[in-house]
């Protein structure tokens, strides 16, 4: 929501202020310059990055009209849930997981959290590292290793798609100026059919780098940063159930090992000890 808006304020001041300068919008308009620069920096990216990638940066640019999911109440139902998961162990024994790991999504426990569910790294990340509690014999310490290991993998292939929306707003300045340099040609081609032919090129060239200059800076760069935002917040929410899991491995009781993830989550999302304690009663 606050992405819209802010693309508004953007266009809304731009549009206000050239407008009160006495400018036309119509020399705005130059559709060769914008194909120039936006075709350049899709054929960039089509170079730069493979198909998967591509169709995460469209998912990514998506997701941040809605958000992140990753808030306090994701963070209250991922602790009622794990309470719920390291309880049933306790009463049953941990062989007794087996169902609820191997299929999740069929799980008695698990299924009732979709905002759990709907994170497939989460679930991922969760059901693996079960397995490997659920196998026995893997100290600690080693736990802690791997899931580390696998969460630095996550984290890298996540942030390759701002970082990658990051490259082709870094790009937009310099295709503007490619626009601005063929409009230039375009003019000196024409510089003997008057000054009104040779202004009107001239200010299409402008166009151009404006054009580009406006969407690094105004647009592609803050999404990017919007996106890297998302990731590091999905990325918190991964930690908060490592430190659970280890907490647990270690064999610490259920009430300790959620309070452990309680601790990880950042200030802004984390609740109270009281809104914990009172959501997992009410499970």
Same mark, same amino acid.
């Given at each position: ?13 731009? =549009? ?18 914008f =194909?120039?620069?936006?075709? &350049? ?6 170079? *730069?990055? %493979? ?5 995460k940066? #469209? *998912?990514?640019?998506? @997701? ?11 963070y ?13 162990s306790?009463?049953? /024994?941990? =062989?007794?997981?087996? %169902?609820?790991?191997?299929? +999740? ?6 299924s009732?959290? +979709? ?21 026995? @014999?893997? %100290? ?8 580390d ?5 996550i984290?890298?292939?996540?942030l ?8 082709v707003?870094d ?5 503007g100026?490619?626009?601005?340099v063929l /409009? ?10 008057? *000054? ?14 404006f054009?580009g ?7 592609? @760069?803050? #999404? &990017? ?15 908060? #159930?490592?430190a ?6 270690k064999?610490? %009781?259920?009430?300790? &090992? #959620? ?25």
């Amino acid at each position: 929501m606050f992405v819209i808006v802010g693309a508004a304020v953007v266009l809304v001041s731009l =549009i206000l202020g050239y407008v009160m300068s006495g400018g036309n919008l119509l020399v705005l308009l130059q559709i060769n310059e914008f =194909i120039i620069i936006g075709g &350049a920096a899709i054929g960039s990216m089509l170079i *730069a990055n %493979p198909m998967s990638t591509i169709k995460k940066i #469209i *998912a990514g640019a998506l @997701g941040t009209l809605k958000g992140s999911k990753v808030n306090k109440q994701a963070y209250l139902d991922l602790m009622k849930m794990l309470y719920e998961i390291f309880m049933f162990s306790k009463r049953e /024994g941990l =062989i007794a997981l087996e %169902p609820h790991i191997e299929v +999740p999504e069929t799980s008695s426990i698990i299924s009732k959290y +979709p905002s759990f569910l709907h994170n497939h790294h989460a679930v991922d990340f969760f059901c693996d590292t079960m397995k490997v509690v659920l196998s026995g @014999g893997v %100290p600690a310490q080693d736990l802690e290793e791997l899931m580390d290991m696998d969460l630095e993998v996550i984290h890298a292939e996540e942030l390759s798609i701002p970082a990658a929306v990051n490259t082709v707003a870094d790009a937009f300045p310099g295709l503007g100026i490619v626009a601005a340099v063929l /409009g230039v040609v375009v003019t000196m081609g024409s510089i003997t059919a008057g *000054a009104e032919a040779v202004g009107h090129h001239v200010a299409a060239a402008l166009v151009g780098t404006f054009v580009g200059v406006l969407l690094a800076y105004g647009f592609v @760069g803050p #999404i &990017a940063r919007n996106m890297d935002n998302i990731v590091q917040l999905e990325s918190k929410y991964l930690q908060s #159930i490592k430190a659970s899991l280890l907490s647990f491995a270690k064999g610490a %009781p259920a009430a300790v &090992a #959620i309070e452990y993830a309680r601790r990880a989550i950042d200030p802004e999302n984390r609740p109270s000890f009281k809104e914990t304690e009172e959501a997992v009663k009410k499970g």
